[in-house]
């Protein structure tokens, strides 16, 4: 950032210019993600809406977003801020910087992220254009390489397996569109190792990321227009005064927090599946208004993929700072300026180098937002965990989602059934677009109301129910999940009953070598025929395949995937008996969502 601004900012903001502010940033950061939706073609970008768009200073600081997924946007600074180090002042206008690593600011292989820098007109006292703001995007691409389609494969031991990754190249320089370095990124490189296959759609790959690029010069358009309309000095101004205004309410939550707990120490411990530790201290400093989050205490790092790289940590304690406020700011960098993490190396919270990742970011991501929650003591756990289903046949016929859960209840509020929840955000395709574009058969997708879910998230507020999802494949097809809370239930709180677990469920119809040949010796009677004895063709399997499979699904297997629920808040009231809550309301009001509705809403407003 330019040497003569400084922070925190001396003079007083406006307020009515300050919330104007805040909401023409947010605004800036939502016309870019309306022309990524718009422009983009795969499933993943245009439907499920799995991209994040946002502002970010010249020194790399998020500025403002809109409300896309908050498992992006924390580690997207660290993401700017690594190019800025490793580029200095080789940034020129006209270039767009392509990355995705861990080590490098990623959240996993899939979240490519394209960084434009923006630079000022140039003016008599300034002839030499400056880096006044930066806009990024990140879009999650169905596939990038690796040993599986969809490149989040559940057997991944090393982050090579997982597809392509790219520290830093320069996608787009001086305006020019590097074709053949993209290929080379994308296909060449990771088919060079064992078992992995390059991109496997690359003309989809590409498009997408053509349209982020697309969006970052949206951005850039629309902050010189605001420039243009109250000058560089006022619009960076009032930056940093909304990133003050950020730093000050989180001082004080962080004041109110350690007042209302009676204490200025507060911990948590949860566990992921496998029984890995997440642990959490954290110690508020009244008088400041800081906090020091220690996840001191956190398991080492593991062989399989559920490593988190630090910039996810990062991303999931901003969130729950942002989540816990109740003011309406945008998401920035403020809200950690009273924070400091610590983070043990060689942890699964900071894996090395070549650790696999790609189940951090979507099951360890939540479990941290759990802990932190819980530590503060905000709301029960939520289903903690993204159900990350993804099925290919290799080539170009593969699609990835991600499936609904319950939400946690909390002080006066219920949980909120069939959502998504905290980190991921996002919107499961549509069952008929799901069903026109792949060979699958959608049997059911709705509110859990098993056994399970019934008897789960008790309390006087309900945690919300889980969903069930059912689906039948028409061809053969390989079919991989990633997903938690199959062994450890979501936490309730204040005597609040735990949330139902996930269960995943594998219906194998018989296989041709599974038949009775004609031929074959009698096995059973039949009580009712009167003909005695009778051959038994062998009946459909019924297989649990726990949290994390890869299965080859024949041609009319199914997969009926039971998410978890959310946990209740406080013991149930006597008398009362179990309140019927299915997380909506107390009258379920079903309006039309998804981007069907979207369509006849726009249409309408002509």
Same mark, same amino acid.
């Given at each position: 950032m330019?040497?003569?601004f400084?922070y ?8 009515i210019?300050?919330t ?5 940033f947010?605004s800036?950061?939502?016309a870019?993600?309306?022309?990524l ?5 795969s499933t993943?970008?245009?439907?499920r ?6 502002v970010?200073a010249?020194?790399?600081d998020l500025?403002?977003n809109?409300?896309?997924?908050p498992i992006?946007?924390?580690?997207m ?5 690594y190019?800025?180090r490793?580029?200095g ?6 270039d767009v910087?392509?990355?995705n690593?861990p080590? !490098?600011?990623g959240? +996993?292989?899939p @979240? *490519?992220?394209l =960084?434009? /820098?923006?630079?000022?007109?140039p003016?008599k006292d300034k002839?030499?254009?400056?880096i006044?703001?930066?806009? !990024?995007s990140?879009? +999650?691409?169905? @596939? *990038?390489?690796g =040993?599986? /389609?969809g490149?989040?494969?559940p057997t991944?031991?090393?982050i090579?397996e997982e597809?392509a990754e790219i520290v830093?190249?320069?996608i787009?320089?001086?305006?020019i ?5 993209m290929?080379?990124?994308l296909v060449?490189?990771p088919?060079k190792?064992e078992g992995c296959s390059?991109c496997r759609n ?7 990321l053509k349209?982020?690029?697309a969006a970052?010069?949206?951005g850039?358009?629309l ?11 006022t619009?960076?101004q009032y ?23 009676g204490s ?6 949860d ?9 959490i201290s954290v ?7 800081s906090a020091v989050i220690?996840?001191?205490g956190?398991?080492p790092?593991?062989?399989?993929n559920l ?6 940590v990062?991303?999931a304690?901003?969130?729950c700072m942002?989540?816990m406020?109740d003011?309406d700011?945008?998401l ?12 043990p190396d060689?942890?699964l ?12 970011n979507?099951l360890?991501?939540q479990?941290?937002?759990?802990v932190v ?6 709301c029960?756990?939520?289903q ?9 046949q290799?080539?170009?016929?593969r ?7 319950g939400s946690?209840?909390?002080p006066?509020f ?6 998504h929840?905290?980190i991921?955000?996002t919107?499961i395709?549509?069952?008929?677009i799901?069903e026109?574009?792949y060979?699958?058969l959608?049997?059911s997708f709705?509110?859990r109301e098993?056994d399970?879910?019934k008897?789960?998230?008790?309390g006087?507020?309900?945690g919300g129910k889980g969903v069930?999802?059912?689906i039948e494949f028409?061809?053969d097809i390989?079919?991989?999940i990633?997903s938690?809370r199959r ?8 005597g609040?009953?735990s949330?139902?677990?996930?269960v ?5 119809q018989?296989?041709?070598s ?6 074959a010796?009698?096995s059973s009677?039949?009580?009712?025929s009167g003909?005695?004895?009778v051959?038994?063709q062998?009946?459909?399997?019924i297989?649990n395949?726990?949290g994390?499979?890869t299965v080859l ?5 199914r997969?009926?995937v039971?998410t978890?629920g959310g946990g ?17 309301g107390?009258?379920i009001?079903w309006?039309?969502?998804?981007s ?9 407003s002509?």
């Amino acid at each position: 950032m330019a040497s003569h601004f400084k922070y925190p900012p001396s003079s007083k903001p406006d307020p009515i210019l300050l919330t104007l502010f805040a909401n023409r940033f947010m605004s800036v950061a939502e016309a870019m993600g309306s022309s990524l939706q718009k422009t983009a073609i795969s499933t993943n970008i245009k439907e499920r809406l799995d991209f994040s768009c946002a502002v970010f200073a010249p020194d790399g600081d998020l500025v403002a977003n809109a409300p896309f997924i908050p498992i992006h946007l924390g580690s997207m600074s660290f993401a700017v801020k690594y190019q800025m180090r490793l580029l200095g002042d080789d940034l020129k206008e006209g270039d767009v910087l392509m990355t995705n690593s861990p080590r !490098a600011g990623g959240s +996993h292989l899939p @979240d *490519i992220t394209l =960084i434009t /820098p923006v630079f000022s007109k140039p003016t008599k006292d300034k002839p030499k254009p400056e880096i006044i703001f930066f806009t !990024a995007s990140r879009g +999650h691409h169905a @596939d *990038i390489g690796g =040993i599986l /389609p969809g490149s989040m494969p559940p057997t991944s031991v090393t982050i090579f397996e997982e597809g392509a990754e790219i520290v830093s190249f320069k996608i787009v320089s001086n305006g020019i569109f590097d074709r053949d370095g993209m290929l080379e990124y994308l296909v060449e490189r990771p088919a060079k190792y064992e078992g992995c296959s390059g991109c496997r759609n690359i003309r989809d790959v590409e498009s997408d990321l053509k349209a982020q690029i697309a969006a970052n010069h949206k951005g850039i358009g629309l902050l010189h227009t605001l420039i243009s309309e109250y000058s560089l000095e006022t619009v960076q101004q009032y930056m940093l005064h909304i990133r003050y205004n950020a730093e000050q309410s989180v001082r004080t939550l962080l004041r109110d927090v350690a007042k209302r707990r009676g204490s200025n120490v507060l911990s948590a411990r949860d566990y992921l599946d496998d029984g890995s530790p997440i642990q959490i201290s954290v110690v508020i400093d009244e008088e400041k208004g800081s906090a020091v989050i220690d996840f001191a205490g956190t398991g080492p790092e593991l062989r399989g993929n559920l490593n988190a790289p630090i910039s996810v940590v990062h991303s999931a304690v901003i969130y729950c700072m942002r989540s816990m406020l109740d003011v309406d700011i945008p998401l920035n960098a403020g809200c950690l300026v009273p924070i400091e993490i610590k983070i043990p190396d060689e942890s699964l919270l900071h894996p090395s180098d070549t650790a696999a990742v790609c189940a951090g970011n979507v099951l360890t991501s939540q479990r941290i937002v759990d802990v932190v929650l819980k530590a503060f003591h905000a709301c029960a756990a939520s289903q903690g965990c993204c159900n990350n289903l993804t099925f290919g046949q290799g080539g170009k016929d593969r699609d990835g989602s991600t499936i609904a859960g319950g939400s946690g209840a909390g002080p006066n509020f219920h949980g909120v059934s069939g959502v998504h929840t905290h980190i991921t955000n996002t919107r499961i395709g549509d069952v008929e677009i799901l069903e026109r574009r792949y060979p699958v058969l959608i049997h059911s997708f709705g509110i859990r109301e098993d056994d399970d879910a019934k008897e789960s998230g008790n309390g006087k507020w309900k945690g919300g129910k889980g969903v069930v999802r059912d689906i039948e494949f028409l061809e053969d097809i390989r079919v991989s999940i990633l997903s938690e809370r199959r062994a450890h239930a979501p936490y309730g709180l204040e005597g609040g009953g735990s949330g139902a677990r996930g269960v995943n469920i594998w219906v194998k119809q018989p296989r041709p070598s599974d038949l009775v040949p004609p031929s074959a010796p009698v096995s059973s009677k039949s009580p009712d025929s009167g003909e005695g004895e009778v051959k038994q063709q062998p009946q459909p399997r019924i297989v649990n395949i726990g949290g994390k499979a890869t299965v080859l699904m024949g041609k009319g297997d199914r997969l009926i995937v039971h998410t978890p629920g959310g946990g209740g808040w406080g013991a149930p009231e006597e008398g009362k008996g179990d309140q019927a809550h299915h997380g909506h309301g107390a009258e379920i009001g079903w309006a039309t969502r998804g981007s069907w509705a979207e369509r006849i809403s726009a249409q309408a407003s002509f």
